[in-house]
């Protein structure tokens, strides 16, 4: 490995040396436009009056391993995620500061999956039930989209899938680090005016902590059939079945320096773990009509969920959810832009009952609960184009409605308004400004979760709202992109989370007033022929305010830098190293407790020919120190869950014609 390190400038200069040689016998590689569906109505990302990313997965699946959304989302600025090794705790994902304060999953920040919601009526999303094979492209608005997508919007994920392949069949087979084992096969299933991607996938992983193992099986099935020339069906269903991930736990920072890898003593004694099954199906049915486009979907989902945490009284939580929705839209292209009516309705419930955790063993019913959370909404935007100006405007009115068990009713009603200005400054360039508003509801797990230790309906806790203000300037030529925005954004009962001894595996929530956030975003891509330069960062100054010290909002680093050149060679040869900074924050509301900066890299490649594509791939290139996730005010200091040092990975993709 050391003769590796010593090779490796060798190795890069090679590539730049290939890279000049092909420059001298080939031309400029053009980007290609850049169009959004994220925004509903479909608008160009030049001329567009907000800030939005553009991540096309597939292009990058060659190189990656595929276990993690990570992979495509790390490169985003403004959006920050940890926990990509914690198969427990599952994804965290703040965009702009919303989504930090989540203690497992992505919180405040919207998932649509082929045009269908896949965060919760209540706003809680998990990712685990999308293939991160099939992920073809990922749009993410940076910033609150209240306006188009209603509660938990401080941000939007819009995940667009495969829907075919070029091969009747694909398999693909990764092998690494820490007993990982990745098996998949993708099946075309298309034929005449329909397209139909079957896909199995098996994943595994011993994982580099103590106690930190994980197995899940997915599978999907879509299909896209054309009815006549001018209706289209999409439908499809995806299950999860995830038997065992188990969770080691946050350290303390003598026992991280002790051993890294090592599991919390009570996260071995409780043995603490999840298991679920989760299946979802939904229908899309898009109609042309007369200058008008109509969208209609309708989807439902169920999860069954059991979580052993590390305490004993009531440390068995357990729900089984069931939540469906459905909605229209219409599209209707003007003589100056477009403009666009919808409604939606959105409905969950959730039996929740909690036992006791007899050393890892479910013991007696300590409490149990139903839940219920519905969403009715009504929205509008428009987009008008006038000489070198465009106005895009949109307002959205929701009404929400929850209830308990035997408990108190709860309601909460928003309006959200958006407004944006973009000033075409020549073919290749733009200013714009926008003005958008958010709101989050506590989720149903929010509220369930009396500091008593009991269940119950803590209704306390109050909906946070938003105000985002933003300026930007964006600018795109035949082979780079340029862009970057600032903004500001004001919110008022700000959820943070906190936990108690008594129960140290469960999370709580209280308003802890409001926040100031103001940053800075900036992105860059250039190509030269084969070779391309992607680099991303965000400055993030998200404070408190409601005290005279104004303390930094914990879990966000002010500073986060991403940095990738990959080289393709003409012989099917690619080439990655990138690299990701970030730095210090506070794991404490208070901001006592402070974790330095971070660095670590990657190094990617693979080969591609006619029936198979080989790659490889070396995490933490450098072996560096840094955290997978930080705790945020977790009790007795245990705050830090390290990442794997430099681990390895290779993959086959064969394929069939």
């Not at 940076?142 to 070029?166: C, E, F, K, Q």
Request: net charge positive; proline share 3%.
């Amino acid at each position: 490995m050391n003769r590796f390190f010593k090779i490796l400038p060798l190795f890069f200069s090679l590539c730049l040396f290939a890279q000049q040689k092909q420059d001298s016998i080939g031309t400029l590689q053009q980007l290609d436009e850049v169009v959004l569906k994220a925004t509903k109505i479909p608008t160009k990302s030049l001329r567009a009056p907000l800030a939005a990313s553009l991540v096309l997965s597939s292009k990058n699946a060659l190189l990656e391993p595929q276990l993690s959304i990570n992979e495509s989302l790390i490169s985003v600025p403004g959006l920050f995620a940890q926990n990509a090794f914690n198969y427990n705790q599952d994804l965290r994902v703040s965009i702009r500061g919303f989504g930090a304060r989540s203690a497992f999953g992505i919180r405040g920040v919207k998932l649509i999956v082929d045009g269908i919601p896949e965060t919760t009526p209540d706003g809680q999303g998990q990712i685990d039930n999308v293939l991160v094979g099939l992920i073809n492209r990922i749009e993410v608005l940076r910033g609150p989209s209240a306006s188009l997508y209603g509660n938990a919007s401080g941000g939007v994920i819009h995940i667009n899938t495969l829907d075919t392949i070029d091969e009747k069949v694909r398999i693909n087979f990764t092998s690494g680090s820490y007993g990982l084992t990745l098996s998949q096969a993708l099946v075309n299933l298309s034929k005449d005016s329909s397209k139909a991607l079957l896909a199995i996938n098996h994943s595994q992983s011993n994982g580099y902590r103590a106690h930190s193992s994980f197995n899940q099986f997915q599978t999907n099935y879509k299909s896209v059939k054309s009815i006549s020339d001018k209706h289209q069906l999409l439908w499809q269903i995806n299950y999860t079945h995830s038997p065992n991930a188990d969770d080691s736990g946050g350290l303390t920072l003598d026992q991280v320096r002790e051993n890294p890898k090592a599991a919390r003593g009570a996260n071995l004694d409780y043995d603490s773990r999840e298991a679920l099954d989760h299946i979802k199906t939904g229908l899309q049915l898009t109609s042309e009509l007369h200058k008008a486009t109509m969208s209609n979907y309708l989807y439902a989902a169920h999860r069954d969920f059991i979580g052993y945490l590390p305490f004993k009284s009531g440390g068995v939580s357990a729900f089984k959810r069931f939540y469906w929705g459905l909605g229209s839209s219409i599209n209707r292209s003007t003589k100056n832009g477009a403009y666009q009516l919808g409604w939606s309705h959105n409905s969950q419930v959730d039996h929740r009952q909690r036992y006791d955790n007899l050393n890892g063993s479910k013991g007696d019913l300590q409490d149990e609960q139903d839940e219920h959370y519905s969403n009715t909404a009504l929205y509008m935007s428009s987009n008008t184009n006038s000489g070198n100006w465009s106005i895009q405007s949109g307002v959205r009115a929701d009404y929400i409605a929850l209830s308990f068990t035997n408990k108190e009713k709860q309601s909460y009603s928003a309006l959200s308004p958006s407004l944006g200005f973009h000033y075409k400054l020549d073919s290749e360039s733009g200013l714009y400004t926008r003005y958008s508003e958010s709101f989050q509801t506590p989720t149903l797990s929010e509220l369930s979760n009396d500091p008593s230790g009991s269940l119950g309906f803590n209704t306390e806790l109050e909906p946070t709202k938003a105000q985002n203000v933003e300026l930007g300037f964006k600018r795109y030529t035949q082979n780079s992109q340029f862009e970057v925005a600032l903004f500001s954004i004001r919110s008022k009962g700000e959820l943070v989370a906190y936990s108690i001894e008594n129960y140290p595996g469960r999370t709580f929530y209280n308003n802890a007033g409001n926040t100031k956030r103001t940053g800075i975003e900036f992105s860059y891509l250039k190509q030269w022929g084969g070779l391309s330069l992607q680099q991303s960062y965000s400055y993030s100054d998200f404070r408190f305010d409601t005290t005279d010290n104004q303390e930094y909002l914990p879990g966000i680093p002010r500073h986060n830098f991403y940095n990738r050149l990959t080289q393709q060679f003409i012989n099917g040869l690619q080439l990655a190293l990138s690299s990701v900074y970030w730095g210090n924050l506070y794991a404490t509301s208070s901001n006592a407790v402070e974790i330095k900066s971070q660095f670590y890299s990657h190094l990617s490649m693979s080969k591609s020919y006619t029936r198979f594509d080989l790659k490889m791939g070396i995490n933490n290139l450098f072996n560096s120190d840094y955290y997978d996730n930080i705790r945020v005010n977790a009790f007795g200091g245990r705050y830090y869950e390290p990442a794997p040092k430099r681990n390895l990975y290779i993959g086959l993709s064969w394929k069939l014609y």
